[in-house]
């Protein structure tokens, strides 16, 4: 929240004055540099831009005056001030907050599971023992992207078979 | 399908392990339950189609020839 308008106001002031002594004495613009038929515009133009000018700068003063009309009474800028560092705060404690939950929670790790064929399956399972690692069902089946069920049904096949045991100084 | 394996499906059955692997459709928020133990449990829930197997380290029978 902005609560420091002191630049808005000071600047104000001068734009619309500028624009005022401009419209009132069109000559002015001759002592300022300025070319009376200037190329392309017409001073019929240039009148009707000023005036356009002239009700927006109007605009903007009625939004920025409103609420200094109001401070003098109602407003008590270091109770402002005071909300404000306290606010800052606030949105510093539960930025920290936000980021120790981050941290803390697990990240989601998304595995598209492939569609193969059983025999295909169980090939590659073979393929990944033949390196000689010892893999928990769970590895297999996030490794080479399978079901887990389809996992443990082809390792225990294995295992019936004789190709694979179960490694007893990692139990 | 017969599988090489046994499979509980009755309610209360029951799987007690070091190490569980689990998968399922839907799995609720991991609650923290602080016991008396030291120990912190942590707990859930898997919905529809969860699979549930005690996990085993498992290496192939034969030597690596290095």
């Known amino acids: 929240m902005k609560t420091d308008f002191s630049e808005a106001i000071g600047v104000q002031p001068l734009l619309a004055n500028f624009i005022n002594r ?30 356009e000018v002239t009700q927006v700068t109007q605009a903007m003063q009625v939004i920025i005056n409103m609420p200094s009309s109001t401070w003098g ?8 001030a005071a909300e404000n560092i306290l606010l800052r705060r606030e949105i510093e404690q539960i930025k920290q907050r936000l980021a120790e939950l981050e941290r803390k929670m697990p990240e989601e790790k998304v595995i598209v599971l492939r569609e193969i064929s059983r025999e295909q399956a169980k090939q590659e399972i073979q393929q990944l023992f033949s ?3 010892t893999l928990y069902y769970s590895d297999i089946a996030e490794e080479l992207r399978l079901g887990l069920q389809l996992v443990v049904d082809i390792c225990r096949e294995l295992e019936e078979n004789g190709e694979v045991k179960v490694d007893e100084s990692a139990l | 399908m017969k599988v090489p394996y046994k499979v509980y499906y009755e309610r209360g059955d029951a799987l007690s392990a070091e190490r569980i692997a689990v998968e399922a459709r839907d799995i609720d ?13 942590q707990s ?7 699979f549930c197997v005690i996990e085993l380290p498992i290496k192939s029978v034969r030597e690596r020839a290095t």
């Open chain 1, 22 to 51: 401009l419209l009132a004495k069109p000559e002015r613009g001759e002592e300022l540099g300025l070319v009376s038929d200037s190329a392309g515009f017409s001073e019929e133009d240039i009148r009707r831009k000023a005036k």
């Open chain 1, 73 to 80: 009474t109602a407003v008590n800028f270091s109770s402002l």
């Open chain 1, 131 to 133: 390196s000689g690692r």
């Open chain 2, 29 to 41: 928020r991991i609650r923290v339950v602080e016991g008396s133990s030291k120990h912190r449990i």
């Open chain 2, 44 to 50: 859930t829930t898997l919905r529809d189609s969860a």
